[in-house]
């Protein structure tokens, strides 16, 4: 019989705004709505949460949030029985006093190290490793995301496909998706509809002007964000409200409000290219089935270069040659190495290779699901533990 935890413990300590939070909230919730699991999330920054989930309560110590149950990870930490499924995203340390608990439970947790995404080879190599711990008799594993069957997947809730393709395929209620944007339904001649969520870019004056002179006309969607300020200064503004809309030549941006997780896919589904930024939207353009480019969350050493280059090259495989170069160099332009305007006119050449494959590579993602991997792991532990006894 397989076993399943009753209780899991989420840990979240909050680095990059909102994308550790993101995948954090994506993971609780499913594994509470579609497995049932009684999950408590640990979060230290609850004002970043409350931008994906306006629901929550900055101020409040413990909630429960679509049978999610949240606490305020801050100062000193709360006496509180282990879950028997225990995951730290992020290599976050996990409080002292808890880890304590978990050494003195009858029965050991399953304790996970969620790790960042990560196309890279050595991935498949390090995932479930064991590390146990230096002083405790506890073990902790390390799970990593991925993009092969022998890593551990990509979040994925059991419709979102469905409801996906359920969208695309029903003009009516597109029509009306755009209307409550404030964009209009109707499209020019040859015009392509394109999501900019970003991380501050310095390409970004070259990419907008790219838009401005291009022989098609664009509607770029620009959620609140980090990137904003930079493009309302490229139309001489000294900041932007939702609604703002400006026009210059063939490109017309169109300002909207930051919305919680569920509403952010219709927009990747709605546009024709997507621009999103760290891990948790980069997944979720995967999902829309539609081309994307990809700004990764840039490190001081400059590693994230070769992240970007591994899913870049794992992408790619499967396209015609210079649709993969295409779009290859268009995400490191994107990302401060290369001519983002050279770079634009190739990618859009290469549109409707990208979009073609794009259906393809989320397709054979969505074999690969991370919520029900860790699930399974769960059960591997307790049969490998239950043996040793």
């Not at 499913?30 to 999330?41: D, G």
């Not at 801050?74 to 608990?101: D, K």
């Not at 496909?161 to 040859?190: C, H, I, K, S, T």
Request: net charge negative.
């Amino acid at each position: 019989m397989r076993a399943m935890p009753q209780t899991c413990d989420i840990f979240c300590a909050v680095v990059d705004n909102y994308g550790d939070i993101g995948v954090c909230w994506r993971l609780a919730r499913q594994l509470a709505h579609e497995h049932e699991v009684q999950v408590r999330l640990w979060v230290d920054d609850l004002a970043s949460f409350a931008k994906l989930c306006p629901e929550v309560n900055p101020v409040l110590e413990r909630q429960y949030c679509r049978e999610v149950e949240v606490w305020h990870w801050a100062g000193t930490f709360p006496e509180v029985q282990p879950a028997e499924l225990v995951i730290g995203a992020f290599a976050c340390n996990l409080p002292e006093r808890y880890v304590a608990a978990m050494a003195q439970q009858s029965r050991e947790p399953v304790w996970l190290n969620l790790e960042y995404l990560s196309a890279e080879e050595w991935v498949e190599s390090h995932h479930k490793l064991p590390s146990p711990h230096p002083r405790l008799p506890l073990t902790k594993y390390f799970f990593f995301p991925g993009f092969t069957a022998k890593t551990g997947g990509l979040l994925l809730e059991r419709d979102l496909l469905a409801r996906r393709d359920a969208f695309l395929a029903d003009p009516v209620q597109q029509q009306a998706y755009w209307r409550n944007l404030g964009v209009a339904p109707e499209r020019a001649e040859g015009e392509m509809r394109v999501s900019l969520f970003s991380y501050e870019n310095g390409n970004i004056e070259a990419l907008l002007q790219a838009w401005v002179q291009g022989a098609l006309p664009v509607v770029c969607c620009v959620p609140e964000g980090r990137v904003l300020p930079q493009v309302a200064a490229f139309f001489g503004q000294q900041g932007a409200a939702p609604g703002a809309c400006w026009q210059r030549g063939n490109l017309r941006v169109h300002v909207l409000p930051f919305v919680e997780q569920e509403r952010y896919d219709p927009l990747l589904w709605a546009c024709d290219t997507n621009f999103v930024r760290g891990e948790d939207s980069c997944v979720r353009a995967q999902w829309a089935g539609k081309p994307f480019v990809w700004h990764i969350y840039p490190q001081h050493d400059g590693v994230h270069m070769q992240k970007l280059q591994a899913l870049a090259a794992r992408y790619g495989q499967g396209l015609p040659a210079a649709a993969a170069q295409a779009n290859s160099a268009m995400w490191q332009a994107w990302n401060g190495e290369g001519t983002v305007a050279v770079a634009w006119g190739a990618f859009a050449a290469q549109r409707l290779e990208l979009q073609a494959h794009a259906g393809v590579w989320a397709q054979g993602l969505a074999q690969n699901n991370l919520a029900l991997n860790l699930l399974d792991f769960f059960n591997e532990v307790g049969r490998i533990r239950a043996f040793e006894i």
